[in-house]
């Protein structure tokens, strides 16, 4: 599937790509949304964006304009963002914090809105959370302080879940921080982790079969993560390893877990903030906002194939069970 194929799925269609030649001269505003281009997750994403959008007054084709960017790897992210800063779009929608850091590296002035970052103070987009002080605003994920709920989670269905091999992206500084929170909840729980970093997507197969020994697998947040969820199902499902996520992206595509903030809810949010910043709002004035609502997520036909009986009060707690 090529680029201009993933603009109509996200809705961009081929008007998309003139968007930011005519941005300064445009009298309605116009969003430079940056994410990865994996349909199959950022669809619904997108959808629950522009319900958001439509909440606060702002419809699509009418009184606002977005210009849906999907990024096939981490490089097209700086490409895309240089483009909105020299377009000068009226604001930058980021998802993850690779293209939160991209738009930062490419404008100080625009607003840019975060639809989740795991540490926008801990990787410098924000001075604190309260008073953001920047061009940047929007959502935290909270992602770090979840890593011993997703060990307890694992522990739950498994006598014991160690080794645990642990999936992580060693480019993104917030994923950084993730595996030393993970790491030090491991020591909690006496458990032995398994490093397993990558720095792309192409990586994640290989490395996936680098520790044979392994009984689980925790996959820790980033966004190319998200995107490649169907290739990191699929590979548990074939080396028969229990595994989970802070995605829900994960389960969907086969996987057995997840737990984290509920990412449709966040882009929604992260719709409201736009909002405001377009009808005046100051970005260094507008908090970041901390998740809300998170969600625990369960493959249920993942849990039998793997001959796992999951306990029925955790299913009892489950926000979704995929049967």
């Known amino acids: 599937m090529n680029r201009r194929d993933l603009f109509t799925l996200f809705g961009g269609a081929a008007a998309s790509w003139p968007i930011v030649v005519s941005a300064q001269q445009s009298s309605v505003p116009i969003i430079g949304f940056l994410h990865f281009a994996s349909p199959a997750v950022y669809a619904p994403r997108i959808a629950a964006f522009r319900e958001g959008l439509n909440e606060a007054g702002y419809v699509e084709g009418k009184n606002v304009t977005i210009d849906f960017r999907p990024a096939t790897n981490v490089h097209d992210f700086q490409k895309i963002a240089l483009e909105f800063a020299a377009a000068k779009v009226s604001l930058i929608v980021a998802s993850g914090s690779e293209a939160v850091g991209a738009a930062q590296r490419a404008t100080k002035t625009i607003p840019i809105v975060m639809t989740g970052s795991s540490d926008p103070v801990g990787t410098g987009f924000v001075k604190t959370l309260a008073r953001p002080g920047g061009n940047i605003t929007g959502l935290s994920l909270l992602n770090p302080e979840l890593a011993g709920k997703r060990l307890e989670l694992l522990k739950e269905i498994m006598p014991d879940p160690s080794p645990i091999m642990v999936l992580w992206n060693s480019a993104d500084p917030p994923a950084a921080i993730s595996f030393r929170e993970t790491e030090a909840a491991s020591v909690a729980f006496g458990f032995k982790l398994l490093a397993a970093p990558v720095q792309s997507a192409d990586q994640i197969e290989s490395v996936l079969t ?76 507008l908090p970041v906002q901390q998740p809300t609502k998170f969600e625990l997520v369960i493959n249920l036909k993942t849990a039998r194939a793997l001959g796992i009986t999951v306990p029925p009060t955790l299913l009892a707690r489950a926000d979704e069970v995929i049967e």
Do not use: C
């Open 210 to 285: 680098s520790h044979p020994t392994a009984k689980s697998l925790v996959v820790l947040p980033a966004p190319v993560m998200g995107a490649s969820a169907a290739l990191i199902a699929g590979s548990t499902l074939r080396r028969r390893l229990p595994s989970i996520a802070n995605d829900a992206a994960h389960p969907h595509a086969g996987g057995l877990m997840a737990y984290g903030a509920n990412f449709n809810e966040l882009y929604r949010q992260s719709a409201l903030y736009v909002a405001k910043i377009l009808s005046g709002a100051k970005t260094a004035d």
